[in-house]
Structure formats: C-alpha cells, structure tokens
C-alpha cells in the first residue's frame, strides 16, 4: 500500500480515544505547539491515554487535511510478523529488522517509508514524497531498484486514522501532543523509550511529562 498520495481514497475509521485525568496545561494551544497542521509531525500519547493501542505511543503523521488524517504508531515493533512482501524487502530493513505495529486500522495493509541519504529533489521510482527525507514506498515496486535510493526502510502493519475534524478535537481535548518530528524518531534502532525521549527534548511544561506514572492525577 502507498501512502500518501490517496488521501482522498483511504477510508477513515473512527478510533475512540478515552481520556482520563489529563492535566490542566495540556489542553488548548500548548497541546499543539509547533503548528497549524500536524502533516509530517509527531502525535505524541499524553498519560494517560485509557487505551491500549495509543498510550504512550507515538505517531508519525503521513497526511492531515480537511478530510481527515492518517499516521502510524512508530514506537511498536511487532514480535514475529508474518507477512508479505516483507521477505523481498528484509534485507533493506533499517534495525531492528521487524515489522511495526503502525496501528489498529486494518493490519493486513502495509506501508512502508523510508529516509533518504540526502536531501532529494528529484522523483523516485516507486515513492513519494512526504516530507523532506522521508518517503512512502510502494512495496509492489522492485527492491532492487528502490531500495539502494533509501538510506533505511520502515514497514507497518495497520495505521491509524481520524475522520475529519476528529483528530483536531482530540489534539484540542490534550490527548495529543504535537511536536517536530526529527528523521530518527521514524527510523531509530531504540523504539522502546521514544516516547519518553520526544517528550524529554521538549521545553517545559512538556518536558515534565517524560517521567510521568501511569495515573498523573498522583503527582
């Protein structure tokens, strides 16, 4: 599957996010701090999210419009996929070398991105751009012709999705924290602790979030 560019085509499902006790600085404008879009950006789980799928997840955003957005969970990494075509694309495979749980959205679809080793502005067979470095991949396409253009590649099982207007809501309510994405996030070999190290490079309140327990009402 290739995303973007069929932000138009995708079905959106609606995925309910639970809200629990969510501190007072976290909703409003300090709940999205960098933009007006979060396209290419971080979504990241404030604690709690009473919801398994998401909390403490991180999300890349692939698209976000007026119709909706579409991410995957980049922080997940899947035990033991059994899945194709990954086999054909094992070998490009950036560490850890495994499928990502990108979300509970349709696991049977596939996407895949990955960074270049450089800066690109050309076409690339078989990609499309999403933002600076990073690109969707078709995983229909040849590897032996995309893969030498990428200097890693990501696959994910599943996605998530947001009807339009509804992830708006949900960033509004502080269930998610939208912060700049840097190529690492995407692509680093230490997915466990993401979540806490994108909220520790933030500044305060934000920050404060990284050593959080489960149940913040405590603090």
């Known amino acids: ?105 349709d696991p049977s679809a596939l996407i895949a991105l990955g960074v270049t080793h450089g800066n690109v502005d050309i076409e690339i067979e078989g990609a499309v751009q999403v933002a600076d470095r990073v690109w969707s991949i078709d995983l229909a396409g040849d590897p032996a012709i995309i893969a030498p253009r990428f200097a890693g590649i990501r696959i994910f099982s599943g996605y998530a999705g947001w009807s339009s207007g509804q992830l708006d809501a949900e960033i509004g309510a502080g269930g998610w924290i939208v912060v700049a994405a840097e190529t690492n996030d995407v692509f680093g070999n230490q997915p466990s602790d993401l979540w806490r190290r994108v909220l520790d490079r933030q500044p305060p309140p934000i920050k404060w979030l990284a050593n959080a327990p489960n149940d913040v009402s405590l603090n």
């Open 1 to 105: 599957m290739l995303f973007p560019p069929i932000a138009h085509e995708y079905t959106v499902h609606r995925i309910e996010i639970r809200y629990c006790y969510r501190p007072e600085f976290l909703t409003g404008n300090i709940a999205r701090m960098f933009i007006d879009g979060a396209r290419s950006q971080l979504l990241v789980a404030s604690p709690p999210l009473d919801d398994p799928n998401f909390d403490r997840s991180v999300v890349y955003v692939i698209d976000h419009n007026d119709e909706g957005a579409i991410g995957v969970v980049i922080n997940r990494p899947l035990a033991d996929p059994d899945l194709e075509p990954i086999s054909r694309w094992s070998e490009s495979l950036t560490e850890p070398p495994v499928v990502f749980n990108g979300g509970p959205v």
